[in-house]
């Protein structure tokens, strides 16, 4: 089959090795900016590149314009967004082309942060207390009949980029006024203070077939907005929270109308109520090289069988999920104060997994025990802190591709 990859960041290197392995032709649609970016260069056929990678209709043009052109020599079986933010783009390319997959209704599940809670609210999934921002009256009602503080958010944006949190009916107004007229892109919520937990997924055929679940030590919203270190362990095997976070991720599926892809769904559990709320979901595999902590926790790599379900559901073919280990990994990630910080000060024969980007520190830990990872991740914390190592920056008000 021939398969057109789209990723405007760099990202999805597993993937596209593994399209290729299973004997398809693949291209890849990315960023022009990404174009000396080390993409494992054998493994794809022709790229394409676009200066604009912004949703915007400029965009979507230009890319429904290549396609057409590109259409005439190829037959495209299959479109596979790799990122977030190319979830409308590859839609959008499917629907004109009547290519099979996900369409755009679908898709807005899985980008649009108003269309999700609708949604899932509509199906009896419990979501934090939230309104669009469509309506004076509407938004005046929602403020007076729910508890601050609340959080305003962009409906379309990825990680904490945008967000603003606001403490009283006053701030809530000026930040809304502020927006302009973009305020209808954005929608506001009750703040739920609690455990966020994000599970991290492989579904076929409607079913989810794979998951691994997960807390974040410090959120992303914490580390954007407030400095720190991200972190993530492995939620404890046959737990509680383990249960009724694989619960609620299969309603959201099969309420979104998943039928197959990876997913990364995030939860919290409320310190108040002790209840479980769904915050987001997204139809790729999750950021901040999360991939590599559920492999080294579970042996499955995310974005290789997610290449190779791609694979067997277009081309009707058998697929069979490798068997499952039940260890326990810890991630910690942070920029770092040095362009090339020395990682040899981190030695303990549980790192399984080391990054190698300028001024950033990242590792994965793996351990039969989940009371080891998390001392090592906190002895981790530590040390980069005590060595100076530790850098943060502002989040900004928009991603940056």
């Not at 291209?27 to 790229?47: A, H, M, R, V, Y």
């Not at 809670?117 to 669009?132: L, Y």
């Not at 002790?274 to 090289?289: D, M, P, W």
């Not at 990630?333 to 990054?355: A, G, N, R, Y």
């Amino acid at each position: 089959m021939t398969i057109l990859c789209i990723c405007t960041f760099f990202k999805g290197v597993e993937f596209l090795k593994a399209a290729k392995a299973e004997g398809n032709k693949v291209f890849l649609l990315t960023n022009k900016k990404l174009e000396e970016k080390l993409w494992p260069w054998e493994s794809i056929d022709t790229t394409f590149y676009l200066d604009n990678v912004d949703n915007t209709f400029e965009t979507y043009k230009q890319i429904l314009d290549g396609m057409a052109h590109l259409m005439r020599s190829e037959k495209i079986d299959l479109v596979v967004a790799l990122d977030d933010f190319d979830v409308e783009k590859a839609a959008l390319v499917r629907e004109h082309f009547r290519i099979p997959g996900m369409g755009q209704t679908t898709a807005r599940y899985f980008r649009d942060k108003l269309a999700m809670r609708i949604q899932a609210r509509d199906n009896g999934i419990p979501v934090p207390e939230f309104t669009s921002l469509f309506n004076d009256l509407a938004i005046t009602h929602f403020l007076e009949t729910t508890n601050a503080p609340w959080v305003v958010k962009p409906r379309s944006e990825a990680s904490a980029a945008g967000i603003k949190k606001v403490y009283n009916l006053d701030e809530a107004w000026q930040h809304i006024h502020s927006l302009g007229e973009e305020r209808h892109q954005f929608l506001i919520e009750c703040f739920k203070p609690g455990d966020v937990f994000h599970i991290d997924a492989l579904i076929k055929d409607s079913k989810v077939i794979f998951e691994r679940c997960s807390q974040y030590l410090n959120t992303p919203f914490e580390v954007a907005h407030g400095g720190g270190i991200f972190r993530s362990i492995t939620v404890a095997h046959g737990s509680l929270d383990e249960e009724a976070l694989t619960m609620i991720n299969q309603q959201v599926m099969q309420a979104f109308g998943m039928r197959f892809s990876a997913a990364h769904t995030e939860v919290i559990k409320c310190k108040e109520d002790g209840n479980y709320y769904f915050l987001e979901t997204a139809s790729r595999v999750g950021g901040a090289h999360l991939a590599e902590m559920v492999e080294a926790s579970s042996g499955i790599n995310l974005w290789r069988e997610w290449a190779k379900i791609e694979t067997a559901v277009a081309d009707n073919k058998p697929y069979s999920l490798p068997k499952v280990e039940k260890q326990y990994s810890g991630i910690l990630i942070t920029l770092s104060s040095q362009q090339w910080p020395d990682l040899s000060v981190f030695d303990d024969p549980e790192i399984v997994w080391k990054m190698n980007e300028e001024y950033h520190i990242g590792l994965v830990v793996k351990a039969k025990k989940r009371e080891k990872v998390e001392k090592l991740l906190d002895a981790y914390t530590q040390k980069i802190y005590e060595l100076g190592l530790h850098a943060s920056a502002p989040s900004p008000d928009k991603p940056v591709h």
